[in-house]
């Protein structure tokens, strides 16, 4: 008999996974509470799956072999309590997907910078000529193409919420690049559940695979002292001298996998600022072990275009630089940002704060912030924690009325950061949505 396959959540991830559950002689049924996008409903229609919309029908749900649950759905939702109760496996796409593949998986986690390195990855890999895809948290839904296209190589974006949902999946490339709190609301406020969750990242790896991890993360360092990693260990440090993996010396990065050895001056990276050196090294250990030719690597490391809504300088106006850092929702994010800036600093800062430590950013507000901007529904934890500390505090509702606050107190020379600490679901879809509206203003200013 046909084994039942249920999805919940009819995004990018979920509907990938029904094209490839109907692919594999599953009878596949999708399920989404909310309402599923045009583009995702015409990809079901077309192989003729059924789904439905706007409701959960618990009878269909607890009815499955098997469910593949979307990263979005925390597991104390109702129905997920149902499964646990009857005990059906709740597995992540991710999870799915590395059933019928046997690519090879470079993958990529950590509370920041993980979509930076993982796209200056991908292209490092794409332009040295491998047939690779790009999946997880950015690319296209690791599913659809383990269904549609025959990768040998994966660059994998993995949240802590794909990481829990995953059982055999082995990355052959894992990468661990920080660990700081963020979205401990998911996990009973506890840090260790959390950083459980990101440790998963090394699960099931053997002796001949890698492991890439950042050396001067506390946090990470504390965990390998408690733990057996069967893969070989890379670490990454801007403070101390290493003998292998990545590490700055004299202004100089330096690689060292197996006795292969690569180095180039750190003024020559595209992409600037502290956090970016671990990103540059995480990416550059990767290509390496790869064996990518260094020219490839070193080219591709200096002239990378960045990404979309992280620390993005798109314009100037009347000299006052604004920064659409859109993708920062969390506190360790913000820190990057103000720590990589270099002129005295306008910032919007608000939305849905997710029990946020404001006074890690204290000593950088006091050096680099003249005003602050709030912007969400509810700013009162902000204000509060700020007073007395900025000349100014603005508080508002609106992108169009937080971007001409900024500009009215900038003057030339300025820079304007939009680097909100926060999620947007306050005001916006997502944060793509909160960096776009943010970039219309500014141009129509």
């Known amino acids: ?123 490092m890999l794409k332009r040295a000529g491998l047939n690779v895809g790009l999946a997880g948290n ?64 090394v699960q099931n790896q053997r002796p001949e695979d890698w492991f890439i991890y950042c050396a001067d993360d506390p946090v990470i360092v504390e965990e390998l002292s408690k733990r057996t990693i069967n893969a070989g260990k890379l670490p990454l440090s801007i403070s101390k001298v290493l003998k292998s993996g990545a590490w700055i010396e004299n202004e100089v990065l330096n690689l060292n996998v197996n006795n292969n050895t690569f180095d180039m001056n750190i003024y020559d990276l595209a992409l600037q600022g502290k956090h970016n050196l671990y990103n540059s090294m995480a990416a550059g250990i990767s290509g390496s072990i790869l064996n990518l030719r260094k020219e490839g690597i070193r080219e591709c490391l200096s002239d990378f275009q960045g990404v979309e809504h992280r620390l993005e300088r798109f314009l100037r106006v009347h000299n006052i630089e604004f920064i659409n850092d859109s993708k920062a929702t969390n506190i360790n994010s913000v820190w990057y940002a103000l720590e990589s800036m270099q002129s005295p600093v306008v910032w919007i800062v608000g939305g849905v704060d997710k029990g946020n430590d404001y006074s890690e950013l204290y000593d950088l507000v006091k050096q680099k912030v003249k005003a602050i901007i709030c912007l969400g529904k509810d700013n009162s934890k902000i204000i509060a924690a700020f007073e007395g500390m900025v000349k100014e505090i603005v508080d508002t509702k609106s992108m169009e009325e937080a971007v001409r606050s900024a500009y009215f107190l900038s003057e030339k020379g300025d820079t304007v950061l939009l680097s ?26």
């Open 138 to 201: 950015v690319g296209k839904s690791f599913a659809l193409q383990v269904a549609e296209e025959h990768f040998d190589y994966y660059v994998i974006e993995l949240s802590s919420y794909q990481l829990d949902g995953m059982v055999d999946f082995r990355a052959d490339i894992a990468v661990l690049l920080n660990i700081t709190p963020d979205h401990l609301d998911r996990y009973d406020y506890q840090m260790q559940n959390y950083i459980d969750s990101k440790m998963r990242i």
């Open 1 to 123: 008999m046909e084994q039942k396959l249920v999805i919940l959540g009819g995004g990018e991830s979920g509907v990938g996974a029904a094209v490839l559950g109907a692919q594999k002689g599953y009878d596949v049924f999708l399920s989404d509470l909310g309402v599923i996008a045009d583009q995702y409903q015409s990809v079901l229609n077309q192989h003729g799956l059924k789904f439905e919309q706007q409701q959960h029908t618990e009878a269909m749900i607890v009815d499955a072999d098997l469910v593949v649950k979307s990263p979005g759905i925390p597991d104390k939702a109702p129905i997920m309590l149902k499964l646990r109760e009857k005990n059906i496996p709740v597995i992540s796409e991710i999870e799915f997907a590395g059933r019928y593949t046997t690519a090879k998986t470079i993958c990529i986690t950590g509370s920041n910078g993980k979509t930076t390195t993982t796209l200056l990855t991908y292209e």
């Open 420 to 445: 909100p600490a926060c999620a947007s679901f306050d005001l916006f879809r997502n944060y793509e949505e909160r960096g776009r509206q943010f970039k219309d203003a500014v141009r129509n200013l």
